[in-house]
């Protein structure tokens, strides 16, 4: 597999919006372009290496789920196939196939939408200390990967790039959203979890837990923007294998997680540099997530 790494994008035919830790975003006028680059997070730091394909995963499967969960609730997502005709430069059309979405615009709830079907990562460190997570409770001598009886929603507020994400209970998103639209979010967010989570099973994934993010259009209705459902968004396990009371084999980035826990980086950066089996072993972790959700190869 020939190397295919995009980590950092200038265009100067367009206006740059916002660079996130792994999505550039320019301005096409009416609707933005969101370019999913090959950078890879972890513990809200951003590598230095880039993971081949990445992008591409990330954005052809959130389009996947767009149009999978549409009977939920509305998207973003105009198209993933660009075209001048929505004010893309004909010299980057090549460049973005594949790793670029034209989405509306919208304006972002400023609260992450976490939901959890299964018991682990910092869900799984809470309960350890005092059996609640997020100050929900939860039964008594649950083990580590255990399936909830119901999933739990448990929101953060977004952090700014080098910051870590706070959790927050369900009053602070009422604080924030007020009541309506927090009771909204919640509701949607465990919908959509659902619908998702059986899907998967029956390609042989478990979603473990994932983030959901959320914004109002132009007439203050509720849509679903930025991504949805995939590696870095979402825990995913395989379904054969799955044994609760320990971690699990993942096809997410808990793989990069875990080779830098083992090198007990301290989490600040500058982040250390990934060895190249690290790096490949991800991507084609990315890869076949694709692949079993969709059932189709990646294209590009």
């Known amino acids: 597999m020939p190397e295919n790494i995009l ?8 206006p740059l919006t916002h660079r996130g ?13 969101i370019v999913a680059t090959d950078r890879i997070s972890a513990f809200d730091v951003v590598l230095p290496n880039g993971i081949p394909y990445k992008g591409k995963v990330l954005n052809q499967l959130s389009a996947y789920w767009f149009n999978t969960l ?7 997502m105009v198209t993933i196939n660009l075209q001048e005709n929505y004010g893309v430069p004909a010299a980057l059309i090549n460049i973005l196939a594949g790793r670029a979405m034209i989405v509306k615009k919208a304006k972002p709830l400023p609260v992450e939408c976490v939901v959890r ?9 809470e309960y350890q200390q005092n059996g609640v997570v997020f100050g929900i409770p939860l039964p008594p001598d649950l083990k580590e990967s255990a399936k909830l009886e119901q999933p739990i929603f448990t929101p953060a507020t977004k952090a700014e790039i080098g910051s870590h994400d706070e959790n927050i209970d369900f ?22 979890y659902q619908k998702a989570a059986s899907l998967a099973e029956e390609k042989g994934i478990i979603i473990a837990d994932t983030k959901f993010e959320f914004g109002l259009d132009e007439n203050g209705q509720l849509m679903l923007i930025d991504e949805a459902l ?3 968004s979402s ?10 009371g320990k971690p699990q084999k993942s096809f997410d980035k808990q793989f990069v997680r875990d080779y830098l826990i083992s090198i007990k980086w301290d989490k600040n950066p500058p982040a250390p540099h990934l060895p190249e089996e690290i790096i490949k072993k991800t991507s084609e972790k990315y890869i076949e997530a694709y692949e079993r959700l969709t059932g189709k190869k990646l294209a590009g």
Do not use: C
């Open 7 to 14: 980590t950092y994008t200038d265009f100067q035919e367009l």
């Open 21 to 33: 830790k792994v999505r550039d975003i320019y301005d096409l006028g009416e609707n933005l372009l």
């Open 70 to 76: 549409a009977d939920i609730i509305p998207h973003h």
């Open 117 to 125: 079907g299964y018991l682990s990562g910092s869900a799984w460190n």
């Open 171 to 192: 009053s602070k998103v009422k604080e924030i959203l007020g009541e309506e639209l927090a009771k909204r979010v919640r509701q949607v967010s465990l919908q959509l």
């Open 230 to 232: 995939t590696p870095d």
């Open 235 to 244: 825990r995913f396990w395989p379904k054969e294998g799955y044994i609760p």
